[in-house]
């Protein structure tokens, strides 16, 4: 049985049901950013502290003085999270173990969008993961900077129009292909990376739940639709995320020490990607060339993908 | 009573840290500072120190995650230089607006360009309206004496402030100086344990750094200027208290020599041992000059400055870092607008000097007290000078 066609009738079993991202936040309808951050919370549980990078969550969740926030949470900076939650764990680390708070275990989670990971705040995240602190990084990649206004990010897909590289008489857009960041997480040998979206939230809870039981750093990449800066419905914005899954532009996979696991979600056959730039503003002006040379670096990454988790994969290979 | 030992006073900056129990510390080498970050690092590696050392990639980061383990509610520790204060300004104002008690011990030193290692005071000066307690120090003692004090301010209910200690790059860092380092029992009894307001756990979820628009920008910016300026009481409560333990005593604003001086002299760090010289040489030539020396830069002591140099008919204030195009030295400049409104005061000369670790020598003073004695006009009293530039 298809367990997200069918999604009301688990979801009250397999999901929390304590909001602990709570409503009245301000994000766009139809955001599903603020989506993954809900479900994440849900899957994190009470005993996490969370330390997030400037951008559109922290906007829309904290305006002083109301908060969303039903788990301890903390902002400082835009290009700082996995710096402060670093911070953050070493110091419960270090009371814990000095008696001077319960004796509880408490996960550390850093956030960001894809600016705050991929760009400004890629030192710091390098530095957090290479030193192994017991964390969770989470990306929220809606694949350009929202919060400022649109302007495109090293995660921004080739060929998107943003304000920063807009299409034009003589520019298609963005010139450059998305950063692996995934890979770029994997080769810090950190003992979990995953990528993940809300559309389908039970593998998402699911790896969130991984990274948790992980005593150590874990990176989750999570693909998150912004029908804002996407110039889509906002009404499609869990669809949107399908497409960018069922058509390779966004697969999702996990790697644990190294191996690597495709989804159960991925399918057996891809969709063309036009099927997924259709209805988003950002993608309009591609000509179907364009499109076809972006539709063949993604089933050659795709292939690259499926080869590793064929090779390099996990129990008796 | 602590034991009198010669030791390095970065070694020993660290040692007296180490003596305050702090939970955590993240530091950044820089020279140089270097020396605190790698002997605060051997404290814990021989298992002397109960605290977790991160060793951050950046300054930037070293602030970070102070700023996050502070949250957490762990007494945190860093230390910096020029360069890497230069990479943690973005944070500093964010750090006291978040009311969180950091500790920092700042080697001073110049900042690029061009790159130079030695001293002055371009690092601090940036930082100046931070939000943090700023307090200097002039030989080995007083560094570890204000690195202890300064975890007894910032974390004091009234005060919840992060403070940064300066100790003048060389010439006081890498000095070995007799000091006598506190025992563990003076301190423990000297410095309670941090209780702090909110802390980053579940056991009571809080949002800390949320945004605040217009509507409450204001207020929050005023309720910290209250919270900086409220923190004098404290500051001197605390060295009242340190000076009844360990007999030695601090004042936001010392002096030597001053009370019947004609021409005062000012500084800031540890030139007022090598002034205290010159004071002693141009006494000796019946001359009646005097020193004051600024301890206390943040909160400034206002009151305390104006009492001091009231009755003196010059004021030679020296700056060891420039306003570029400015009206004269960071130093200077607060004095003289402290002194504007008051109908008795000095005519007010400024010496920018001993930049980039320049040499600055008993000499140097003397020379500058001449200059300003002999003056009748031709030393632009309104404006800076740059003392013993090569033009
Ligand atoms: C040092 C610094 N540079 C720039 C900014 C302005 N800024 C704030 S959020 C942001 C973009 C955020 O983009 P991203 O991380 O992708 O998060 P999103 O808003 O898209 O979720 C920028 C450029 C800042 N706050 N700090
Ligand atoms: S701009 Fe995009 S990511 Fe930001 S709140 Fe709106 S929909 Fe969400
Ligand atoms: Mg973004």
């Known amino acids: 049985m298809n367990i997200v066609e069918n999604f009301d009738l688990y979801a009250p079993r397999l999901i929390n049901k304590k909001e602990l ?61 996995a710096a402060v939650a670093s911070g953050v764990e070493a110091g419960l680390k270090a009371l814990r173990r000095k008696g001077k708070i319960d004796d509880r275990y408490v996960k550390v989670v850093g956030m960001a969008g894809d600016g705050g990971t991929m760009d ?30 649109i302007q495109r990010s090293s995660g921004t897909p080739m060929g998107a129009s943003t304000t920063t590289a807009p299409a034009g008489k003589v520019s298609s857009g963005q010139k450059t292909w998305k950063k692996n960041m995934p890979e770029i997480m994997v080769a810090h040998n950190v003992p979990y990376v995953a990528t993940a979206c809300p559309s389908y939230p039970l593998d998402f809870i699911r790896k969130i739940e991984k990274a948790k039981s992980i005593k150590g750093p874990s990176y989750i990449h999570c693909f998150s639709v912004c029908p804002t800066g996407w110039r889509s419905p906002s009404h499609t914005a869990v669809s949107m995320g399908r497409l960018a899954v069922e058509t390779g532009v966004f697969p999702l996979f996990e790697v644990e020490n190294g191996h690597y696991r495709l989804s159960p979600d991925m399918p057996k056959q891809l969709k063309p990607i036009k099927d997924y730039f259709k209805s988003q503003g950002r993608f309009r002006h591609l000509t179907a060339d364009e499109i076809e040379s972006i539709q063949e670096k993604v089933t050659s990454e795709y292939r690259k993908l499926t080869e590793k988790a064929r090779f390099l994969k996990t129990g008796n290979a | 009573m602590g034991k009198r030992v010669g030791l390095e006073v970065t070694v020993a900056v660290a040692e007296a840290v180490a003596l305050c129990r ?63 204060l230069m990479l943690m300004h973005e944070l500093l104002p964010i750090a006291s607006a978040m009311r969180l008690p950091i500790t920092m011990a700042i080697a001073n030193r110049a900042v690029s360009g061009p790159l130079n290692i030695l001293n002055d005071h371009s690092d601090i000066m940036p930082q100046r309206d931070a939000g943090w307690i700023v307090v200097f120090a002039e030989n080995g ?31 006081l860092t890498h000095m070995v100086e007799p000091v006598e380092m506190p025992t563990q029992e003076e301190v423990d009894q000297f410095l309670p344990p941090f209780v702090p307001h909110a802390t980053l756990h579940p056991a009571r979820p809080v949002t800390m750094g949320a945004f605040a628009m217009s509507d409450y920008f204001t207020e929050i910016m005023k309720a910290k200027d209250e919270a900086v300026k409220n923190s004098k009481k404290v500051i001197l409560e605390v060295w009242d208290e340190w000076e009844k333990m360990f007999d030695r005593s601090y004042k936001p604003v010392e002096t030597y020599q001053a009370d019947d001086a004609d021409v005062l002299l000012l500084t800031m760090g540890s030139m007022g041992e090598t002034a205290q010289l010159a004071i002693d040489e141009l006494r000796a030539k ?33 700056d060891r870092a420039v306003s570029f195009g400015g009206p004269g030295g960071p130093v200077f400049s607060e004095i003289k607008s402290a002194l504007y409104a008051e109908t008795q005061r000095p005519t007010i000369y400024n010496y920018i000097y001993g930049l980039g670790g320049r040499d600055v020598t008993v000499h140097d003073f003397v020379g500058m007290f001449e200059k300003i004695i002999a003056d009748t006009g031709n030393v632009a009293a309104d ?8 033009e």
């Not at chain 2, 004090?149 to 010439?171: C, R, T, W, Y």
């Not at chain 2, 001359?287 to 301890?295: C, D, H, P």
């Open chain 2, 383 to 390: 404006t800076y000078v740059f003392w013993g530039v090569r």
């Open chain 1, 120 to 149: 400004i705040g890629f030192q710091a995240l390098s530095g957090a993961m290479e030193r192994g602190h017991d964390m969770i990084f989470v990306c929220f990649d809606n694949e350009a900077y929202m919060n400022t206004g």
């Open chain 2, 141 to 171: 003692q007083e560094a570890i004496d204000l690195s202890i004090q300064a975890f007894k301010i910032a974390e004091h209910k009234d005060v919840m402030l992060p403070v940064s200690v300066n100790i003048d790059g060389f010439q």
């Open chain 2, 286 to 318: 019946g001359v009646k000059a005097g020193l004051v020396k600024l301890r206390l830069w943040r909160p400034f002591p206002f009151a305390e400055i104006k009492a001091v140099v009231k009755n003196a008919k010059k004021l030679i204030v020296t």
């Open chain 2, 22 to 84: 702090i939970d955590m510390a993240g530091v950044y080498p820089i020279t140089p500072q270097s020396h605190i970050a790698e002997h605060l690092s051997t404290l814990v590696a021989d298992g002397k120190l109960d605290a977790e050392f991160v060793t951050v990639e950046s300054e930037h980061s070293a602030m970070s995650a102070v700023i996050g383990s502070s949250g957490a509610g762990a007494r945190s520790y860093t230390a910096t230089s020029s360069q890497g």
């Open chain 1, 21 to 81: 991202l709570s409503s009245g936040h301000r994000a766009c309808s139809g955001c599903a950013e603020v989506l993954a951050v809900r479900l994440m919370c849900k899957a994190l549980g009470e005993n996490t502290v969370i330390a997030s990078a400037t951008g559109c969550m922290e906007i829309v969740s904290s305006m002083f003085p109301t908060t969303a926030w039903e788990v301890p949470w903390i902002h400082v900076a835009f290009e700082n999270a």
